[in-house]
């Protein structure tokens, strides 16, 4: 999930709302998943692995205010997200990451 952190932040970069349909859709895209991938699900069969990790993602940027939830399953870049995205020097978000600036809040 922590690979799916960047890739969710830079499409958020747009400014606009956007669901959880059209996020999960842009991580099966930036990760070339095959329709056989995309049907993969988690050990318990619940979830589909690849929604499941985009979720975990997604809580995880929200906790550190990086992005925001204005409405149900519909997420949009904080002004946070944006500088954090904004930095050259930033190639990757992780766990770390996030609850660092989870701290600094």
């Known amino acids: 999930y922590q690979e799916c952190m960047k890739p969710i932040l830079s499409f958020l970069s747009d400014k606009k709302e956007h669901t959880v349909k059209e996020i999960d859709e842009h991580i099966a895209f930036v990760f070339n998943l095959s329709d056989e991938e995309k049907q993969q699900k988690l ?24 992005i925001l939830k204005p409405k ?28 660092l600036r989870n701290s600094l809040k």
């Open 43 to 66: 050990p318990s069969g619940g979830a589909f692995l690849y929604k499941s990790r985009s979720n975990w993602a997604r809580v995880y940027l929200s906790k550190a205010g990086l």
């Open 72 to 99: 149900k399953a519909v997420f949009k870049i904080s002004d946070e997200g944006i500088k954090l995205n904004a930095e050259s020097s930033v190639t990757n978000i992780d766990k770390a990451t996030t609850h």
